[in-house]
């Protein structure tokens, strides 16, 4: 089925490890979103891919970088991380010819 | 930059009709967006308005004020599989031209038998 597929489901790191949650979609869409989703706060916007070639910082970007690797591939990083980041991480797409966001199942990370 | 406000928690009966209000402050307004979450699961899309007005798509309907900065989520008919919670969301036009997306906290809907 086309969609947003993200990996790994789930992660637990210890506070100053590394990974990378790799987001991919199959649907041709311009514009890939990874959002960070925490109890009572909705979802906010770390960054964000317009077009390929392209990233942009949002809401909550410290402590995380990405990067668009082609149309179909979207990841992001985190290079030393923290307890603070713990949260479920989402990844979206969209296309010009869609209103509403595509999202993946999400990426539940614990950071101790 | 933007603010969302949303109640944080609906409850209504089986059956019943259920309205979920939603206030929004934003530069750069391109539309407001509903999404369905529920528990241990990704964000669905519902519904989305650009302009004035109400649009319609089966038990769910959704309505914008622009002037007011205000929108709704109206649920009729309301079924247990409804008991979820549902996140109002602005589309700005900063970023490219399809914007970017600010969510709101999202109200708990429960639907009771």
């Known amino acids: 089925n086309a969609g947003v597929t993200q990996t790994p489901k789930f992660q637990v790191l210890k506070t100053g490890q590394s990974m990378t949650l790799q987001c991919a979609q199959d649907?041709?869409?311009?514009?890939m979103y990874w959002y960070r989703q925490d109890p009572g706060m909705g979802l906010r916007l770390i960054y964000y891919?317009?077009?390929?070639?392209?990233?942009d910082k949002g809401e909550v970007p410290n402590g995380y970088n990405v990067s668009r690797l082609n149309k179909r591939e979207f990841s992001l990083r985190l290079e030393s991380a923290a307890p603070s980041q713990t949260s479920v991480y989402f990844c979206?797409?969209?296309?010009?010819?869609?209103?509403?966001?595509?999202f993946g199942s999400g990426t539940r990370l614990t950071v101790v | 930059g933007q603010s969302l406000e949303q109640p944080s928690e609906v409850t209504a009966v089986e059956g019943a009709i259920v309205q979920i209000n939603c206030t929004y402050q934003?530069?750069?307004?391109?539309?407001l967006s509903w999404y369905q979450q529920h528990d241990g699961g990704a964000p669905t899309f519902l519904s989305y308005?650009?302009?004035?007005g109400l649009e319609e798509t089966g038990r769910f309907s959704s309505f914008l004020s622009r002037s007011d900065s205000y929108g709704y989520l109206l649920l009729q008919e309301l079924q247990m599989k409804d008991s979820a919670s549902y996140f109002c969301?602005?589309?700005?036009?900063?970023?490219?031209?399809?914007?970017?997306?600010?969510f709101g906290r999202g109200t708990q809907l429960t639907v009771w038998p």
């Open positions: 979206a797409s969209i296309g010009p010819l869609n209103y509403g966001y595509t």
């Open positions: 649907m041709n869409h311009n514009s």
């Open positions: 891919s317009a077009s390929e070639g392209t990233t």
């Open positions: 934003t530069s750069g307004f391109y539309g």
């Open positions: 308005n650009a302009l004035d």
């Open positions: 969301a602005v589309r700005d036009r900063g970023g490219s031209t399809l914007g970017r997306l600010y």
